[in-house]
């Protein structure tokens, strides 16, 4: 999806404001600890955002499109003591990275890549695994949401189904994916992976705002 004609609002990176570019945010948030972010479609929402709560704005459309007091009830509310994976990918195939936050602060965990010549289904499916083998290390059992059903397929069969093709460019991600193919082949875990209802709960937390 293009990313023309966004502004980036920064609530909490290494300078907070309104930003007209994805590179220009990025400069702003990445590695940084619990930043907290969000594209919108024009300024004058960008500027109604910057002075207003973050929270108030971590769902897609939030303010807009709020789910309806039955829809919440039905889904109930994701487990704030978790952590959250997700993926993007500039074309397909294209550039790609993953991380991993914590859910309750949207604290960054962790973070791979850009990688050449990915796929966003190949980051979802490695965020997911690198997830539960960072917990198991620490042996910790908390949750962890993708809302990837892609990934969670690949989860369940302990195995990629990618068409993607293996370049020189992309040769590290096989890689990855071997070692995420035999972790899950050696490796059980006893931690509750979970899909994320993003229409009613909004965008992931680990999501990277460039919708």
């Known amino acids: 999806m293009s990313k023309k004609n966004k502004f980036f609002v920064v609530w909490d990176g290494?300078?907070?404001?309104?930003?007209?570019?994805?590179?220009?945010?990025?400069?702003?948030?990445?590695?940084?600890?619990?930043?907290?972010?969000?594209?919108?479609?024009?300024?004058?929402?960008?500027r109604e955002a910057f002075l207003s709560p973050y929270w108030d704005f971590v769902g897609k459309n939030a303010k807009e499109n709020l789910p309806t007091k039955e829809q919440i009830i039905e889904a109930g509310l994701p487990e704030k003591e978790s952590i959250a994976v997700d993926a993007a990918c500039s074309g397909n195939p294209g550039m790609m990275e993953y991380q991993?936050?914590?859910?309750?602060?949207?604290?960054?965990?962790?973070?791979?890549?850009?990688?050449?010549?990915?796929t966003n289904n190949i980051g979802e499916f490695l965020a997911l695994?690198?997830?539960?083998?960072?917990?198991?290390?620490?042996?910790?059992?908390?949750?962890?949401?993708?809302?990837?059903?892609?990934?969670?397929?690949?989860?369940r069969a302990k195995k990629t189904k990618s068409l993607l093709e293996k370049t020189p460019e992309n040769a590290i991600l096989f890689e990855l994916i071997a070692r995420a193919e035999k972790w899950l082949s050696d490796n059980t875990y006893n931690n509750k992976v979970l899909k994320w209802n993003t229409e009613v709960w909004g965008e992931i937390p680990a999501d990277f705002g460039r919708k």
């Open 14 to 46: 290494r300078e907070p404001g309104i930003y007209p570019s994805w590179d220009e945010c990025k400069r702003q948030v990445h590695a940084y600890p619990e930043a907290k972010y969000k594209s919108f479609a024009t300024e004058a929402e960008a």
């Open 100 to 118: 991993g936050v914590y859910t309750k602060t949207g604290e960054v965990i962790f973070h791979q890549g850009p990688f050449r010549n990915g």
């Open 129 to 155: 695994v690198h997830g539960l083998a960072f917990l198991k290390q620490r042996n910790s059992e908390l949750p962890i949401y993708t809302d990837s059903k892609t990934a969670l397929a690949w989860l």
